[in-house]
């Protein structure tokens, strides 16, 4: 009732990666995602899915670069 006078406010509630974030409404627990194209949209269960599936290559992604850095800095020193 309060959302649709109002509106929804938004907070974000889960970074997945750098550029798609859930989002969720602390009024009324309505939920959003950003999609690949950038817009903001219903978070169903689809979208949920897709979100996990990002959320572990970008974890994986990060954990590699961590590796090469330190292999870069290992190469530096010796
Ligand atoms: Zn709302």
Redesign the pocket.
């Known amino acids: 009732m ?2 649709k006078l109002f ?4 907070e974000i509630s889960r970074s997945v990666t750098y550029y798609v974030k859930e989002y969720k ?6 939920q959003l995602t950003t999609n690949s194209k950038g817009y903001l949209v219903d978070l169903t269960p689809k979208y949920k899915e897709i979100n996990s599936i990002l959320s572990k290559m970008h974890n994986k992604k990060q954990a590699r670069l961590r590796r090469e850095e330190l292999l870069i800095a290992y190469k530096m020193t010796s």
């Open positions: 309060f959302c509106g929804h406010k938004y409404c602390c009024k009324c627990n309505k």
